[in-house]
């Protein structure tokens, strides 16, 4: 089933009932980066999230799990600058925050989300937020200026805001669906210092929100690697506020293939973002595999690629080393045959085949080197074994990558 | 049971009974680096060896698994600057090397083992071993420079050769264990394009060798990771040839101790020296884990704490983001408790307490500055839930290393 939805304007603001705005409150000394960002729905919204796998896990998200449990939110407060992990009182912190959202919103603190990236390690103080999040209150606005504030807010090491709005139907209704994402390092498995925070107007059920949300995240966020590392802060967050006035969607209908589809939309654009934003990256790096005897080897193969740091660097240097490709498709786990393995390197210059049969096939370097050039480089796999395929996006290695994180504290 | 041998020199040739040779033969086009190295015990020695576990492996490999059946070997043959893997023809042009190497040294064709190291994918010529097998054997020598020429040859992008040898007595004979070994790229579990060559004088059936052997690889080479990549030609070989005139070694006696923790000591040196040579590295990172609640997840934390990209780049930066050692331990796969986790960075300057209890420990920057300007850097993790422990080591992440591998081919 392919699906193609219209791109609209607004983001997280698309959608029928949600406000957002990013201030500066002082968590980051930075006075030019604002740290704070508020998302606020109209009404209650049916609400999903997915977290991190890490066993060390930001204190939000013990909060985030209590305040959800009833499937129903009204707001995400959301702070760059520090991760509130492995801090001393960041449990109650967190919780103190949620009241001073809820008193200036006039909601209950119990549907206030909360979500945090940063500096792991560093306790964080409330003050910031005393002051900041009236403001942050005061500034909501349904516009895209309100999501481009609070898509700017999230990010870190992002050097660009990422957003997304696509327009859909549901049973004759207009719906849309918008989302703002922040990377860009600590990206790998299980959707690594991703923050994402997914608005609709479509009306649906928690549980059916999160079974959505729940199909959809293995093939896409968690199919993005910058550096392998597994944050401790991972969050996708999706809120429903039902405005559109469809009949809430139920699985095993053609609305509900809609919504996933969507959904999937949403997120795929998003993981060519967060990839190709990624540290110091100057290339996305899009692997498909296809020809896999099952959809977990078909993912597995296509992220040991775009996570080899030898491949990365190759990418780097513009340097068709396909034995690198071979190399990292052979150490993935499981049981899979290699023999029949070929490899294309793509991009908008053009293709080229450089293994069949897992050895090497003539190429001209000169062809391989001006199709490297581009900055979205897609390599295709055929595991010829099976019919299984899949998708997963990374981003080269680089002198950058190393500086970023080099010293990332001061 | 703590032993600690007395080191000698000579390295492979110190052992009785093991001459070795480097010279240049053409694989490399840098005339100034020797590309192939021979290593010929006097007589035919009993075998041991373990071999990557990628499924994409160096032709090398299988010729070898065919040679050693029987146990028995009387030469190592390795290039470097070509991998001879997923090259057409690899297998037949690997088996023709070692009927060259069968005429110059008068032994079985069988009993020559081959080992391969450079660029996947590329075609080897047998041109240059036609001459170069001759020249090798003509200048082997049983000592100290022999087994230089040799380390030397083997090396790709390390930045000195790596060698070793140690002393020991079995029932009252003096034995002698010698090593040499290259890395430095593509290392990870399993050990990655490492090439590692044992010899001993001690007396042992192939069996017993295989046993000590398989038993010390996995707490020590295994252990290693510069880059996360597992190589295809991955190989650790160990040829005795018993002429030290003991009995010969038994498993369940103190004298298989005494051998294992030769071999141990030999494996855990060269364990430093290839993760402190790493592409790039100007550190060398080892990672103790204690109070594991079992092995398997001592050995898996600290692969994971010198693994991560993340920390590897903040060592390089000098700068103690401690809360990047958590988050790795914390995305470790196994069901352990993070809670009483403490994280203690060492050096020859100091040592310094900077997590306790899986939180901020109040430190000293300037201390903790002082203690990661040193060129080797110990991080103490103790899980508190357990009595298990292990080692890993690693390198940091440098620019150097995405230069060497953005180009490695040209």
Known sequence: MEHSFTRVEGGICAPLGFSAAGVHCGIRHNHTKPDLALIKADVRCAGAACYTTNKVYGAPITVDREHLADGYAQAILVNSGNANTCAPGGVELARETCRLAA????????????????????????????????AAAEKLAHSPEGNLNAAFAIMTTDTYPKHIAVEFTLGGKTCRMGAIAKGSGMIHPNMATMLLFITTDAAARPDVLQQALSSVVPAT????????????????????????????????????????????????????????????ATKLLECTVSGAPDVPTARAVSKSVIHSSLFKAAMFGEDANWGRVLCAIGYTPGDFSIEHTSVRLQSVAGEVLVCENAAHHPFSEEEAARILKEKEIRILVDLGCGDASAKAWGCDLTYDYVKINGDYRT
């Open 103 to 134: 008193r200036a919103l006039g909601i209950d603190e119990k549907d206030v989300l909360p979500a945090s990236t940063g500096v792991i390690g560093q306790a964080m103080s409330i003050a910031p937020f005393v002051a900041g999040i009236p």
């Open 221 to 280: 966020f968690n199919q993005i690697s910058v550096d392998g590392d597994t944050s401790t802060n991972d969050t996708v967050m999706l809120l429903a506020s039902g405005l559109a006035g469809n009949d809430p969607v139920q699985p095993g209908t053609p609305d509900y293939d809609t919504f996933v589809a969507a959904l999937t939309q949403v997120a795929e654009h998003l993981c060519r973002e967060l990839a190709g934003d990624g540290e110091g």
